[in-house]
């Protein structure tokens, strides 16, 4: 039974989704267990519109199934996941795909016991695709909850028992995507509009949301400077695939740390590289080399999953080969 407190703000939910909700989302237009895992995996830390115009659908056509995921390796998911960043994402999608065998559990309990299926994850693969009522609590849904019910600070655990109190239990899906729509386009991190939101009558945050929650203090990231080495014989060029947790089987480069560069190698200019935890700036040089593996072609070295500082020396080098 709801909570009669609450039947104000999950009415004005239910009017406000039908008037402003994205509705035309393809993950919200689908019954596809894998399309909206997709979506919910693509979408963790990444922009929708980012989404929508450059990886979901060319994904999609490539993999059709999840069944066509767990068929392929794994660098042919980071290949088609390039460019989309967080690359433990693909490579947890691609054991999903094979731990299931393409067929997703359905339910949350299963679902979070698979490779990069968090909770919040888990419920809402859930219930957008099997109609299980449980709450979410993604990034927005947080901000919306700190607000709601006046709270500076407090852990996921906290968070979660605040989910399960407000949500509207007898029409999940539709509450669950309003809390997106309108952490995205109301109550945002800088300028919330509270006189449109629909918690407005309730929100014991609203005279000052901006407290809600507390700021960290933002700290400065640091800068790793490194040499990309790009080792050569004749027009074939060195490449390996990474083995650091961030890049992990993505084709690479060599780097190398306080590399002095001398008169035998080939400067080809600079460029910097934003990742969450740290900033790289890079020089790149090109080397003559005795035989080693993994030599390849610059157009072989297209058809390879690289990130983008790779990327980028790429073209330094396409530029010096012009």
């Given at each position: 039974m709801?909570?009669?407190?609450y039947?104000?703000?999950?009415?004005?939910?239910?009017?406000?989704?039908e008037?402003?909700?994205?509705?035309t989302?393809?993950?919200?237009?689908?019954?596809?267990p894998?399309?909206?895992?997709?979506?919910?995996?693509?979408?963790?830390?990444?922009?929708?519109?980012?989404?929508?115009?450059?990886?979901?659908?060319?994904?999609?056509?490539?993999?059709?199934?999840?069944?066509?995921?767990?068929?392929?390796?794994?660098?042919?998911?980071?290949?088609?996941?390039?460019?989309?960043?967080?690359?433990?994402?693909?490579?947890?999608?691609h054991?999903?795909?094979?731990?299931?065998?393409?067929?997703?559990?359905?339910?949350?309990?299963?679902?979070?016991k698979?490779?990069?299926?968090?909770?919040s994850?888990?419920?809402?693969?859930?219930?957008?695709?099997?109609?299980?009522?449980?709450?979410?609590?993604?990034?927005?849904v947080?901000?919306?909850?700190?607000?709601?019910?006046?709270?500076?600070?407090?852990?996921?655990?906290?968070?979660?028992?605040?989910?399960?109190?407000?949500?509207?239990?007898?029409?999940?899906?539709?509450?669950?995507?309003?809390?997106?729509?309108?952490?995205?386009?109301?109550?945002?991190?800088?300028?919330?509009?509270?006189?449109?939101?629909?918690?407005?009558?309730?929100?014991?945050?609203?005279?000052?949301?901006?407290?809600?929650?507390e700021?960290?203090?933002k700290?400065?990231?640091?800068?790793?400077?490194?040499?990309?080495?790009?080792?050569?014989?004749?027009?074939?060029?060195?490449?390996?695939?990474?083995?650091?947790?961030l890049?992990?089987?993505?084709?690479?480069?060599?780097?190398?740390?306080?590399f002095?560069?001398?008169?035998?190698?080939?400067?080809?200019?600079?460029?910097?590289q934003?990742?969450?935890?740290?900033?790289l700036?890079?020089?790149?040089?090109?080397?003559?080399?005795?035989?080693?593996?993994?030599?390849?072609?610059?157009?072989?070295?297209?058809d390879?999953?690289?990130?983008?500082?790779?990327?980028?020396?790429?073209?330094?080098?396409?530029?010096?080969?012009?």
């Amino acid at each position: 039974m709801k909570t009669v407190k609450y039947n104000i703000i999950h009415q004005n939910i239910l009017t406000w989704y039908e008037e402003h909700g994205r509705v035309t989302l393809p993950w919200r237009n689908t019954n596809s267990p894998y399309e909206i895992y997709l979506s919910e995996i693509m979408l963790q830390q990444t922009q929708v519109k980012t989404v929508l115009e450059r990886f979901y659908f060319q994904f999609l056509e490539k993999f059709p199934t999840l069944k066509d995921v767990a068929d392929v390796a794994v660098d042919d998911v980071l290949k088609a996941w390039e460019g989309l960043g967080y690359y433990t994402r693909a490579r947890n999608l691609h054991k999903t795909a094979i731990e299931t065998k393409g067929i997703l559990p359905n339910n949350a309990e299963a679902l979070e016991k698979l490779s990069g299926i968090g909770k919040s994850t888990a419920h809402a693969v859930a219930c957008f695709a099997f109609d299980e009522a449980l709450p979410i609590l993604d990034a927005n849904v947080k901000r919306i909850l700190y607000r709601f019910f006046a709270v500076k600070s407090c852990n996921d655990k906290k968070l979660w028992e605040l989910a399960y109190k407000l949500y509207d239990k007898d029409n999940t899906y539709i509450y669950n995507q309003t809390m997106m729509d309108i952490g995205s386009a109301i109550c945002t991190h800088k300028n919330p509009l509270c006189n449109t939101c629909p918690f407005e009558s309730l929100c014991q945050g609203k005279e000052n949301p901006l407290l809600y929650p507390e700021k960290k203090k933002k700290q400065k990231k640091p800068i790793r400077k490194r040499t990309l080495v790009i080792y050569h014989k004749e027009n074939r060029y060195v490449l390996a695939q990474n083995s650091e947790r961030l890049l992990s089987g993505l084709w690479a480069f060599k780097q190398e740390e306080d590399f002095k560069v001398n008169d035998y190698m080939t400067e080809l200019g600079e460029f910097k590289q934003h990742y969450t935890h740290f900033t790289l700036e890079a020089s790149v040089v090109l080397l003559s080399c005795e035989e080693q593996e993994n030599y390849f072609t610059i157009d072989e070295i297209h058809d390879l999953a690289l990130s983008g500082a790779d990327r980028k020396a790429l073209a330094l080098l396409e530029m010096h080969c012009q």
